[in-house]
């Protein structure tokens, strides 16, 4: 597996369910995003971790956990979504967030419904 | 609050075309970036822009930064059909943030 990658690609929960999402980069880098990027706005940034320690939280409701575990992997944790929560959610990873050179690189996302 | 907004939103095009897409934004930044996505797919960086003045180019695409405008540009020369997708400007805010804007969707027709 090379750059980065996400799953599941696709899922469809229920508002009472419980679910993760997966991300693992495989770059080397220090530095893990989530992203919604929702039909009719531009990418949000959710969560940002840098050497493992949560540096940005959005102003993401507490239905979304992000947990970063190592520099290569990050999840988000899913519990109590809404519908509007419905979005392509993308994974992303840099050399540093601190470096304000640093290029992202993307993952093929987790497309979500919520029904 | 650091706004980006790119124009056009959608744009649809011959081959062996120019055209140009516009990304303004709001307050003093001086990284700017270009990515693009394909339909399902992940987003890919394009270009990194650092500084006023910076002109990069990759094949039939060309970015420039002009930061006392606010305004970068994303040429398209001689446009052929792999290059329809979605083409994202984002811009680093003070706080280290990247804004995205909606995005140029591209459809080049053959």
């Known amino acids: 597996e090379t750059g980065v990658t996400q799953t599941p690609r696709h899922l469809v929960m229920g508002m009472t369910n419980k679910k993760s999402l997966k991300c693992e980069q495989h770059?080397?880098?220090?530095?893990m995003y989530w992203y919604k990027q929702s039909a009719k706005k531009p990418l949000e940034l959710m969560f940002v971790y840098n050497f493992k320690e949560q540096t940005e939280n959005n102003s993401v409701p507490s239905r979304f956990s992000p947990e970063c575990p190592n520099s290569s992997h990050l999840f988000l944790h899913l519990h109590t979504l809404q519908p509007e929560d419905s979005a392509l959610y993308l994974c992303a990873s840099s050399q540093s967030s601190r470096d304000r050179d640093y290029e992202q690189y993307f993952g093929p996302g987790t497309r979500l419904t919520v029904t | 609050e650091l706004k980006v907004e790119q124009n056009p939103l959608f744009l649809s095009m011959q081959e062996g075309k120019n055209y140009t897409i516009y990304c303004n934004y709001s307050t003093t930044s001086d990284r700017l970036y270009w990515y693009r996505q394909d339909p399902g797919k992940s987003l890919e960086s394009l270009f990194v822009?650092?500084?006023?003045?910076a002109v990069k180019q990759e094949g039939r695409l060309m970015a420039s930064l002009d930061t006392k405008a606010r305004l970068s540009t994303l040429h398209i020369t001689a446009a052929v059909h792999d290059l329809s997708a979605t083409y994202f400007c984002a811009v680093l805010n003070r706080d280290d943030k990247i804004i995205f804007g909606k995005g140029t969707r591209l459809h080049i027709l053959p």
């Open positions: 822009l650092l500084s006023n003045g």
């Open positions: 770059l080397g880098h220090n530095a």
